[in-house]
């Protein structure tokens, strides 16, 4: 059981309308049948994957999605009980809670009228309902007992010792903060050429106020501290995001006396932009939930959201064998054994840097369970060998689902290197890998090598399905493959015949 | 290193085929870490398994699967916990037909061949 599906046991429990009066609206909020609240969340989902991740939302939750044309965003409706649930979705990076919706914004022809109207559009949202939201979601965050490390640095793992969970918060997210500047790993994030992503601070003061003691918040109102944060996309705006962000935080500001802080904030309004629609929200996640299996980091490490895709792709069945032969740190087989625990799942790579590491990641797996369980370590369904993916070690037919992010060339290996690796490893990888049930979903950014190596193997895969998608500004490409049901022969025994690639 | 791994790994030794399955296991560290227990996964997984391969491994098994055994939970329980709780630490694996030996480290066996013996 993950932090947050606890804290939503004892969430649960608790009488929802606690504290109102912290929130300063000028509506007054009657401690009316919040628990019916129907609201929109809007949902980061790795590019390409949207579809799957609606389909885990419609399994979740039971609501259906609707997709963006701003690639990377679904968009359902829930009732804000569900809302614990939602934070258990494997496939979404970000959350928010949508504030205002507009499907076709028109914009005035000069920069200062578009300014304007930003600023005299904080004032007329119907910021109420997605408020309340925000509380209840910002309350889960406070009662969870351990909170959620999710660190590079392994020593910067703190349990909780009561003093408020506050207060351990803002360490962490200095902490994360801290990581994400010193720490050399790339990470995995949208292509900025064509979207801006600046957040703004509106005011004078940047420095955090740590005197705000937030454990006085329970008894006194307590002044909120905000940023706003605008995407923008589309070639037609006559204005930058930073300048929509500015104005539009200062009018926020204004409204409701809240303080500016890009930092330390409470709330993080966002402003989205694509073309002619826009999308007010107030975020619900302060960390991408992408990184939170992963406390070891590897040089190319994938993203669980997208690692979670990548399975979903293959439709799990229970008892399936799942291997991931070029596993890196883990990630992919770790995201399996965590959300498919009735599949055994096994990682391999040849790299003993890379094996250990990811060895490493699923005994911190298991000390999570651990700690939540309350109980005995539970050991899960994973193993870890090192392999050389041209030479499995593992009996022909025998495997169920591959799924592996192939070197791509530019940050792992080369491309005259995959030239030979691609068409080796497919062809090992369809030996064992079972006939006519097995399959495979393969990322690779190295298209033309991929497809080419391909070309000489349609014996024995069949592509099904491609998936683009977008990995830190390469144009990548899952493919899913189907494993034909003709049996695997070895080259020595096709008398003299070779496989042409 | 499971027990269900083993049963599914086998030596890619040059020359050595279908002939390397089973590896023969030495184990020198073992630790027992439960896992939950889930009936449908273990009879599921009873077709996949090579049976021979498994007795050669552990000895407190079963000759073979026994009848109508999806519903006995006693048979169940004890598959589970051959296959999933049993993790080798330390020891080697051989392969049957060449000798080779891949060692077990950690619970990792590394089975990397040197370029002369892998097959081309």
């Known amino acids: ?501 | 290193m499971k027990l269900l791994t083993h049963n599914l790994l086998s030596s890619h030794v040059r020359g050595v085929g279908s002939r390397g399955f089973p590896l023969r296991l030495q184990a020198t560290e073992v630790r027992i870490n439960p896992v939950e227990f889930n009936p449908d996964f273990v009879a599921r997984m009873i077709p996949k398994v090579e049976w021979a391969a498994l007795l050669e491994a552990a000895d407190t098994v079963p000759k073979g699967p026994i009848e109508g055994y999806e519903h006995d939970e006693k048979f169940l329980r004890q598959m589970h916990h051959v296959l999933l709780e049993v993790d080798v630490l330390e020891g080697t694996l051989q392969c049957p037909e060449s000798g080779r030996l891949f060692p077990i480290s950690r619970g990792i066996p590394n089975m990397l061949l040197s370029d002369e013996e892998t097959e081309t």
């Open chain 1, 1 to 501: 059981m993950s932090d947050v599906q606890e804290a939503t046991k004892q969430l649960l429990d608790v009488n929802l309308h606690e504290n109102w009066r912290a929130i300063q609206v000028t509506e007054s909020d009657p401690r009316s049948e919040s628990e019916h609240l129907q609201v929109t969340i809007g949902a980061t989902v790795p590019t390409g994957f949207e579809q799957t991740a609606a389909d885990e939302v419609r399994e979740k939750l039971g609501s259906s999605c609707k997709i963006s044309k701003d690639r990377g965003k679904i968009y359902f409706d829930i009732s804000v009980e569900s809302l614990a649930q939602v934070h258990c979705l494997r496939s979404v990076d970000n959350l928010f809670v949508v504030v205002k919706e507009f499907k076709d914004y028109q914009f005035k022809e000069t920069k200062e009228e578009v300014l304007k109207d930003f600023e005299e559009l904080a004032g007329k949202l119907p910021w109420s309902d997605p408020l309340k939201v925000w509380k209840i979601n910002t309350s889960f965050k406070k009662k969870k007992t351990k909170r959620k490390k999710i660190n590079q640095n392994s020593g910067r793992e703190k349990i909780d010792n009561g003093q408020g969970d506050k207060t351990d918060e803002k360490e962490d997210k200095k902490g994360f903060t801290n990581n994400t500047l010193d720490s050399h790993i790339l990470d995995y994030y949208e292509n900025p050429a064509i979207k801006e992503e600046i957040s703004t601070l509106v005011g004078d003061d940047l420095a955090s106020s740590k005197d705000e003691k937030d454990e006085k918040e329970e008894t006194h109102p307590k002044v909120l501290k905000f940023r706003v944060t605008c995407n923008r996309a589309g070639e037609k705006h006559c204005f930058s995001s930073n300048e929509a962000a500015r104005d539009f935080g200062g009018a926020v500001q204004d409204y409701f006396k809240w303080k500016a802080d890009m930092t330390n904030f409470d709330v993080e309004v966002l402003l989205n932009i694509h073309d002619n629609e826009i999308v007010v929200g107030i975020a619900l996640t302060e960390e991408s939930l992408h990184r939170r299996n992963i406390t070891h980091f590897g040089p190319t490490t994938l993203r669980s959201t997208l690692a979670y895709g990548m399975l979903r792709l293959c439709a799990p069945q229970p008892a399936d064998i799942i291997v991931d032969p070029m596993c890196g740190t883990g990630a992919i087989p770790i995201e399996g054994a965590t959300e498919w625990s009735n599949c055994y799942h096994i990682a391999g790579d040849n790299n003993p840097l890379a094996v250990n590491r990811a060895a490493n990641n699923i005994s911190s797996l298991l000390t999570k369970s651990q700690i939540k369980e309350g109980k005995v370590s539970w050991s899960l369904p994973i193993d870890a060998v090192q392999w050389d993916i041209c030479n499995l070690p593992l009996r022909t037919g025998s495997v169920d689902i591959i799924v592996t992010d192939m070197p791509f060339g530019k940050r792992m290996g080369s491309k005259k290197r995959n030239w030979n690796l691609y068409p080796a490893c497919l062809r090992e990888m369809s030996r064992v890998c079972k006939p006519g049930t097995g399959r495979a979903a393969l990322l690779t950014q190295d298209k033309k090598c991929f497809t080419k190596a391909l070309s000489g193997l349609g014996h024995v895969w069949r592509k099904a399905h491609t998936v683009w998608v977008n990995i830190g500004g390469l144009h990548a490409a899952v493919y899913l493959l189907k494993r034909t049901p003709q049996a695997f022969v070895h080259p020595s025994e096709q008398d003299g015949e070779r496989t042409p690639w």
